[in-house]
């Protein structure tokens, strides 16, 4: 009988998702899904490192803010050096590549030595109080390898690591101390929007393409 009550478990809908390991698109990934206690936390592999390095420097989301931040730079001639024309937008376009690129380079090696996942884990069937308050929490906590949540050490010395290292090739307008200061508490508000989209688009992206909610009723995480 217990052979069969654990055939059974196994067949349910969470199981049997929670086993794909499938590439969608970053807004489509409902595979990231918090654990519902440490032990159930698998740390991510050497490939899922690579993989959201490569996802979240030029991923949809990535290129979404690039394209954004690029266009409003441009329009309001920020910084002046590189001009309010298309090679201004490419300039700043390029610009921030490279910062986020370094940033996430160091967020990937740094957090490797130290066991920290940088993936966004989204929540199931929770209020949205709970919700916010999930996007909040994985924006300065990531999961270590004990399956618990712990302060993201990795990702502080990229946000401060990379802004200050960018004022080498920067601008001169904007390559001081207060201005990384400043990209620094912007990147963690661009991170904080990141883990919105992932909390709530695989949700949205349902509704529209009519498709049913692959998680059973019952179950609620954290």
């Given at each position: 009988?217990?052979l069969?009550?654990?055939a059974?478990a196994?067949?349910t ?38 993989e959201?390095?490569?996802?979240s420097?030029v ?6 803010g690039?394209?954004?931040s690029?266009?409003?730079g ?6 002046s ?6 090679e ?12 986020i690129?370094?940033g996430?380079?160091?967020e ?9 996942d940088?993936r966004y ?10 919700r916010a ?12 390898v ?42 963690l508000?661009a ?25 059973p ?6």
């Open positions: 009988m217990s069969l009550t654990a059974a196994q067949s809908p969470l199981a049997s998702f929670e086993g794909k390991q499938e590439l969608r698109s970053s807004f489509e990934r409902d595979d990231d899904v918090v654990p519902g206690a440490p032990s159930e936390y698998h740390a991510i592999t050497a490939g899922g490192r690579l959201w390095f490569a996802r420097t991923g949809g989301t990535s290129l979404v690039g394209l954004f690029s266009a409003l441009t329009a309001i001639d920020s910084p050096e590189y001009g309010p024309h298309w201004g937008f490419g300039k700043r376009y390029g610009m921030r590549l490279t910062g690129s370094t996430n380079a160091i990937a090696t740094l957090g490797s030595a130290l066991g920290e940088p884990f989204h929540t199931i069937h929770r209020p949205l109080g709970s308050r999930n996007i909040v929490d994985l924006t300065f906590r990531a999961y270590r004990d399956g618990e949540r712990h302060l993201a050490y990795g990702r502080y010395a990229a946000a401060f690591g990379n802004n200050f290292l960018s004022n080498s090739w920067r601008a001169q307008s904007e390559a001081d101390w207060q201005h990384a200061l400043v990209r620094t508490a912007e990147g508000g991170r904080a929007l990141s883990n919105t989209f992932r909390e709530f688009m695989p949700q949205v992206l349902r509704k529209i393409r009519r498709k049913p909610d692959p998680f009723t019952d179950v609620h995480r954290p």
